[in-house]
């Protein structure tokens, strides 16, 4: 009885999602959703960032936040297992490629070391009908990370102008983390970013750690953020 109730207490303590969230490889080809407006409530999403080119048309990132359970791999170890989506929306008026690549190697923060994580992308396509959902409607995911969870996955996508696209990233963390965690994926020149970051556990959630991860490349020249 106590080992459950330390169990519970230490999951609800690792995923600390945002007031009112549920918290219940191969390449992958992204489907695309046509509509840009009537997106998610801006309370689903922890980050967004606004890149413009130099006609003045945006590129719009939007990050998730977390939700989490337990995950046993088929040799019988143990991770906590999170679950986040991003969207980019093209609001130019051409078409873009991004590339995203995360390798078989396992990452560690770096007051962490010794403990690892590893990401992986589903092949499932994020759309805003599955915010509210659990696993934000992710389907057979344990079947997929069981097959996966060795492998490397990525992403090739052509997001065309007034289309945006979006998808999965699912964390895989070392038993004995200590959370919560939130992710984003960010532009720096042509460079694809994703950053993993560990927060404190008081009210305002500060920065405590975090591991910048450089996961591929978008054909965009002289992108500038707006915020």
């Not at 396992?106 to 509210?132: C, N, Q």
């Not at 963390?173 to 994703?194: E, V």
Request: contains cysteine; proline residues 4%; charged residues 25%.
């Amino acid at each position: 009885m106590k080992k459950c109730i330390l169990l519970i207490i230490s999951i609800t303590g690792l995923f600390a999602c945002k007031q009112g969230i549920k918290s219940t490889a191969k390449n992958v080809d992204l489907e695309t959703s046509t509509s840009v407006k009537n997106v998610q409530n801006d309370q689903d999403i922890y980050t967004k960032y606004k890149y413009a080119d130099f006609k003045g048309g945006n590129i719009i990132i939007e990050n998730s936040y977390p939700q989490g359970e337990g995950y046993t791999d088929p040799n019988g170890k143990e991770y906590f297992k999170t679950i986040f989506w991003s969207r980019i929306t093209n609001e130019t008026d051409k078409p873009f490629e991004l590339k995203i690549d995360f390798p078989i190697n396992l990452y560690e923060l770096p007051s962490s070391i010794g403990k690892h994580f590893r990401i992986l992308l589903p092949f499932d396509t994020m759309t805003s009908d599955k915010v509210d959902l659990a696993n934000y409607g992710l389907t057979d995911l344990k079947s997929f990370l069981d097959s996966n969870i060795h492998k490397p996955t990525s992403i090739k996508k052509t997001v065309n102008p007034k289309e945006s696209s979006g998808f999965y990233v699912v964390i895989l963390f070392d038993k004995g983390f200590g959370g919560p965690f939130r992710t984003g994926l960010s532009i720096k020149g042509q460079t694809l970013s994703y950053r993993v970051s560990r927060l404190d556990s008081t009210p305002t959630h500060k920065v405590i750690d975090e591991k910048e991860i450089n996961c591929g490349s978008i054909n965009l020249k002289n992108l500038v953020r707006l915020k």
